[in-house]
């Protein structure tokens, strides 16, 4: 079939051309005529399809027989406007319809070839249906409530359509609410709020803004659009509202996290007699998803319950997810319980706050119950799981719905892998991590970032670098995520300051450095690695700063000893408008004494007086640490006597001060225990250390890194160590030590393994330190390396390393490499050989051989089970 173009311009010379009828009178007729078929053409026979000659009317009124002409000198100009938008078409052999005309604008109708989908509001279900339709069977699709939609739904576009009403306005051609509605649909898929105050302005002109239908309608596409005050002043203007109404508000203000708004309007809709449905309470529980808001959350719960909607699978889901979310786990799980019907998202919902509590064992054993129970977890489930808090025996759990995952096929979906590789990373399971994140046929950033954060919290910086760089040469784009995890290092050195620099070029190129966390990220992990000045030089080009990029810029120079530096970015943070708050005061007094550190010492004080910060514990005994560490004891004495509330901590300080008068520092010991204040051993050894001025001595600090670590505070000797700027090599023996006697022995290995990369040299104790008395199973994995490293360095004949390697190898059921290494020792302590030996530790190395006596047949050793 040949293409046919008819142009605007030709089809109005030809109507004009044929005329059918004339008059003054008759025109004015014809023109109500032409706005009585707009406002209802389901009342008019349609021939345009069937019209074999021009004495057929092109529309016939179904009851009065009035007959209407297109061609028609009387026909209004605007009429055939509207028409001309809607009919003139090309038709192609493939049967698609575009309108054009002389014009550069396209225009696309509805004849009987054109395909297109018809929406029908007010049908059973509301959906769109793909159909060959022409004009005839758009009649009969068409509701008789929604006739004026059949010009819309001709508009390519929503500005089209919207050309469409603002015409009927202008020329006062009646418009039903559906139209609008149809129009206002268009506007909430797209978002597009401009075109939505258009049609409001042209519902107000029509007085149609006191249609709850159309009004609920564009409070839904304000509240989409995020102008919430536009939704609210229509809502306001109603005279009367329906349940939707109310609704619509309370669910825009929950969207956007505005709590004490939904619940004022939630509670004049009950003031106002109206009733809440279940799509009411769904919303305003979503605003009740927070800690603050639990009261309001617990009250409207009682209104649940009162007017029987708990029942309902959809509200229990609703219940359980806003008391996890607000903090009351077990409200949570007794609304689980109550649950008369469960689906997958109520099992999903619990299990998730059970994990996000640190009630990881607890997430397990539900999942379990839940497949009792006959569900069948989905993706949803296994990511719920996997987002829990790291804690004391995880890794086994986890390691169970690994398994769980596998057998379903489930861990070859994205979210489930990228969720196990992170919370491996977040158990110390790194290497199950990496063997996850190797085997995953598909990745996303999700995935990379989680890896890269995995290595670098384990302290394996430059591998998480390679990692940064392979991401990028698979075509992955770097994301803020990405520079946040590469640079969540805590155990950061001098040696990482390479790779450090290359990053933040990569950020700088990325235009991703002006970003205030990935920024302040930068400056945290140079003060961590002693590269102030390059700290100092991003802090410089960061444009938008908060609070927490300057404490962390003012704390790093006030640890490396630049206390006058930090007074005076203290000075700035103020001149440029920031208001100084704990952490920047905690910052600041948290420096070694220095010569001149009393002067400006007193202008910081001035400033926690200044606001109001001079009760706050925090922030008092700071002031009394510094003061006593710039010799000026009376200024200290003066804030600890004047402290409303003391801790064990001000105490401390304050007798620490004192060390010089062993008298005062002896009554004032006296004077605390009077008041029953029980010293903590550990804090006043390491206050005493610092108001002694000795915080900054390596032996000092190594001497606390031992203390904290033999008594089981592992984080606080973490924290000592990585605070320190210079380490030897008793520091490094007693933090690995420590991290091996208390079960930690991936972070152990890590630190091990960061040694050489410092240029420290492992000696017999690094290796009877990290090959310890918790050695298990695991510690399989990294045991070969460690034993091959004690080989090269010929310490695996030395009996210090020599006993620690016979005893883990033993304790792991590796007898084989026990005894290999037992051989070769050139010295056995006490004993001569197996019968003679009789040193408790050998005793302990050779008992798991005794054990195994049956398998091993070592008769040798069986007197010592």
């Known amino acids: 079939m040949k293409d046919v173009i008819i142009s605007v311009e030709l089809m109005e010379k030809k109507m004009f051309q044929l005329t059918v009828g004339d008059g003054a009178g008759e025109t004015d007729d014809i023109e109500h005529l032409w706005k009585k078929y707009f406002a209802g053409p389901f009342q008019w026979w349609d021939n345009t399809a069937n019209k074999k000659n021009d004495r057929v009317p092109d529309y016939k009124h179904k009851v009065t027989g009035e007959a209407l002409w297109i061609v028609d000198p009387s026909t209004p100009q605007w009429a055939k406007a509207i028409y001309m938008k809607a009919m003139l078409m090309k038709v192609t052999q493939s049967g698609r319809v575009r309108l054009v005309s002389s014009e550069p604008r396209v225009f696309q109708g509805s004849s009987q070839f054109a395909r297109k989908k018809v929406f029908i509001p007010n049908s059973k279900h509301g959906k769109s249906y793909s159909q060959l339709t022409s004009t005839s069977e758009w009649r009969q699709t068409t509701p008789v409530n929604d006739a004026g939609l059949k010009h819309l739904q001709n508009a390519t576009t929503l500005r089209e359509a919207i050309a469409i009403l603002q015409s009927h306005v202008q020329h006062r051609i009646p418009i039903d609410s559906y139209m609008y509605v149809d129009v206002l649909q268009r506007c909430l898929k797209q978002k597009d709020l401009e075109s939505a105050k258009q049609l409001h302005d042209c519902i107000i002109k029509s007085r149609m803004e006191q249609n709850l239908f159309v009004a609920n309608k564009i409070m839904r596409v304000y509240n989409r659009c995020g102008r919430l005050q536009d939704a609210r002043k229509v809502f306001d203007k109603l005279e009367k509202k329906n349940v939707v109404t109310w609704t619509t508000m309370i669910g825009g203000y929950a969207e956007y996290d505005r709590t004490k708004d939904a619940i004022k309007i939630y509670n004049q809709m009950r003031q106002e007699g109206g009733k809440p449905d279940k799509i009411t309470y769904l919303s305003i529980m979503k605003a ?86 006959g569900f069948v977890p989905d993706a949803t489930t296994y990511i719920s799981i996997l987002n829990a808090n790291a804690s004391t025996g995880a890794l086994d759990w986890i390691k169970e719905v690994h398994e769980y995952c596998g057998k379903s096929g489930l861990d070859l979906d994205v979210r489930v892998g990228s969720a196990l590789v992170h919370m491996y990373a977040k158990s110390g399971s790194i290497d199950d991590a990496r063997l996850v994140f190797n085997r995953m046929i598909e990745r996303n950033v999700i995935t990379w970032n989680a890896m890269i954060g995995g290595l670098a919290r384990h302290g394996y910086g430059h591998e ?86 300057w404490n962390v ?170 605070r320190m700027v210079d380490r030897n090599l008793i520091t490094w023996n007693a933090m690995i030590g420590g991290l091996a006697r208390h079960g930690r022995s991936d972070e152990a290995y890590s630190l091990f393994l960061q040694m050489p990369r410092e240029r420290f040299v492992p000696n017999p104790t690094t290796y009877s330190s990290i090959l310890n008395p918790n050695a298990n199973l695991r510690t399989l994995e990294w045991l070969a390396e460690v034993s091959s490293h004690a080989k090269k360095a010929g310490f695996d004949s030395d009996v210090q390393a020599g006993t620690a390697l016979v005893h883990t190898y033993s304790k792991t059921g590796s007898i084989d490499d026990a005894r290999l290494v037992f051989d070769k020792m050139v010295q056995r302590m006490e004993c001569n050989d197996w019968r003679t030996c009789t040193t408790w530790s050998w005793a302990r190395s050779i008992l798991p051989v005794s054990r195994d006596a049956e398998r091993r047949s070592c008769s040798r050793c069986s007197n010592l089970s």
């Not at 994301?479 to 450090?500: F, H, P, Q, R």
């Not at 140079?526 to 410089?540: P, Q, R, T, Y």
């Not at 007798?655 to 008068?661: E, F, P, V, W």
């Open 464 to 549: 998480c670098f390679a990692l940064f760089l392979q991401m990028q040469r698979e075509g992955f784009v770097h994301d803020e995520v990405t520079y946040l995890s590469i640079l969540s290092g805590t155990s950061a050195t001098a040696g990482d300051l390479k790779w450090v620099k290359k990053v933040h070029s990569q950020a700088v190129k990325a235009q991703l450095d002006g970003d205030i966390r990935v920024g302040t990220a930068f400056v945290h992990m140079l003060v961590n690695i002693g590269s102030i000045d390059d700290a100092k030089l991003i802090f410089d080009g960061i444009k938008h700063r908060d609070i927490i990029t």
């Open 288 to 373: 009740c998803v927070s800690p603050p808001a639990l009261k309001w959350g617990k009250e409207i719960h009682t209104h649940i319950r009162d007017s029987g909607f708990q029942s309902d699978v959809h509200v229990g889901n609703a219940l359980t997810n806003m008391y996890t979310k607000s903090g009351s786990i077990d409200d949570a799980r007794m609304i689980f319980e109550e649950m008369v019907e469960r689906d997958v998202i109520s099992w999903n919902v619990m299990i998730g706050g059970l994990a996000q509590h640190g009630r990881g064992q607890e997430a397990f054993d539900l999942f379990l119950e839940m497949q009792r129970d």
């Open 553 to 722: 810029m003012i704390g790093g120079l006030a640890q490396h000893r630049r206390g006058h530096e930090a007074y005076s970015l203290f000075s700035l943070m103020q001149r440029e408008g920031f208001v100084p708050n704990v952490g920047t005061y905690i910052s600041i007094l948290n420096t070694c004494a220095s010569s001149g550190a009393l002067e400006w010492l007193k202008e910081v004080h001035k400033h926690v007086v200044k606001m109001g910060l001079d009760s706050n514990i925090s922030v008092e005994n700071a002031l009394i640490h510094m003061y006593a560490k710039s010799g000026s004891i009376d200024d200290a004495r003066l804030i600890f006597e004047g402290m409303a509330e003391r801790d064990v901590a001000s105490w401390n300080g304050m007798i620490g001060g004192l060390a010089q008068d062993g008298h005062e520092a002896f009554s004032l010991f006296l004077q605390r225990q009077r008041e029953g204040v029980v010293p903590n051993p550990l804090t006043y050894a390491h206050r005493h250390a610092i108001e002694a001025g000795l915080e900054c001595d390596l032996r000092v600090r190594t001497a606390l890194v031992l203390m904290y670590a033999n008594s089981g505070s592992v984080e606080d000797a973490h924290l000592v160590l990585d």
